[in-house]
């Protein structure tokens, strides 16, 4: 590790196989926590490379406990995290949205490492049990259209780092592997990323992967949309820039979508939005993230007609009964 790093502070980049050689060692335990955090600290010094990415990706999918839900084809709701913003769990509110609409949704997540409150965090906090168990996941995703991978359980990689990232408290570029590798390979996935770099990062890597993608960033640095600014959406063949106007909704402040100081005031927040007492622009963030995940199942329907989808979804009580059978289901 020592020559990789000492060419890392050179500026020099990683190559493919090379990336996933240095990731199956991180698994294995041939790096001590120093080591991984200096190389975390080089990600974010320079932006990481395609062939980086791809060589760190391919060794996590390939230590990965596969799980196969293919004929679900779901689709899976995520920010790659360390915007520095302190949100809500806004990704994971969509989730339940657009289950409760009737499509099918595999999130794979973890425990906040850049924030207070990661999506394990607040499944936790509702009693939820994580498991592997494939049997399971099926019974909750055939009874309920969702089931949750709780990221450590699924490869050890990201289990071996897991008290580093959260002693650094800083990003890095495990928040970028993080969506990538759901275990579930999802047939659809809405990314949102920190800025626009990132974003075009992205865009590029799926394609490659032939998923069926959108890849959002709101342009004041969110990694979601967030209302609180123009916000850019990326697909396979578009690419188009939106304002809050342009969907109906008003625009917000960020203090408007802030996540608390604890779990507990995200777990508020959370189960107002689903029970419909949470604020305007809480509930009108989630409306808006679950709208174009349904654009991304179903690219030929109107984002208005998305939009109304998802506010159905949620104001009838579909997405909040939903979320109360994943809970019985996953207790």
């Known amino acids: 590790m020592k020559d990789i790093l000492y060419r890392l502070f050179e500026h020099q980049y990683l190559g493919r196989d090379e990336a996933r050689r240095i990731l199956q060692n991180i698994a294995g335990g041939s790096y001590n926590d120093s080591q991984i955090a200096s190389l975390i600290t080089v990600f974010l010094m320079r932006n990481i490379s395609v062939e980086e ?54 999130k794979h997540g973890n425990y906040g490492a850049t924030s207070v409150s990661g999506a394990s965090n607040v499944m936790e906090q509702h009693g939820v049990k994580f498991t592997n168990e494939i049997e399971h996941l099926r019974r909750s995703i055939g009874e309920c259209r969702i089931a949750y991978l709780h990221a450590p359980l699924f490869n050890p990689a990201l289990k071996a780092v897991a008290s580093v990232r959260k ?8 928040n970028m592997l993080g969506p990538l590798v759901n275990p579930v390979i999802p047939t659809y996935q809405l990314l949102g990323v920190y800025n626009l ?11 490659e992967s032939g998923t069926h993608f959108a890849v959002v960033h709101s342009l004041d ?35 408007d979508l802030d996540g608390g100081a604890t779990v507990d005031d995200a777990a508020r927040i959370f189960d107002a939005v689903l029970s ?3 604020t ?16 991304v199942i179903c690219p030929d329907k109107k984002i208005a007609d998305c939009l109304t989808e998802a506010k159905e979804a949620l104001f009838s009580g579909k997405a909040l ?7 019985s289901l996953n207790s």
């Not at 196969?68 to 969509?94: H, M, Q, R």
């Not at 509930?283 to 709208?291: D, H, Q």
């Open 53 to 106: 990415l791809t060589g760190f990706r391919e060794a996590l999918l390939e230590m990965r406990i596969p799980i196969d839900l293919s004929e679900y084809k779901p689709i899976d709701i995520v920010g790659t995290g360390g915007d520095g913003k302190n949100t809500f769990n806004i990704s994971t509110c969509a989730c339940f949205v657009v289950a409760g609409a009737g499509y099918n949704v595999v």
């Open 167 to 174: 002693s650094l408290g800083v990003r890095s570029f495990f």
């Open 197 to 207: 770099p990132l974003l075009r990062l992205y865009n590029y890597t799926y394609q």
């Open 221 to 255: 640095g969110y990694d979601e949309i967030s209302l609180t600014a123009e916000f850019k959406v990326a697909m396979a063949e578009k690419e188009k820039l939106y304002t809050p106007e342009m969907l109906g909704l008003t625009r917000c402040t960020e203090a």
């Open 276 to 278: 419909g007492t949470a």
């Open 280 to 295: 305007p622009a809480q509930t009108n963030c989630v409306i808006a993230n679950a709208a174009f995940a349904i654009q």
């Open 321 to 327: 009964k939903t979320f109360k059978k994943f809970v």
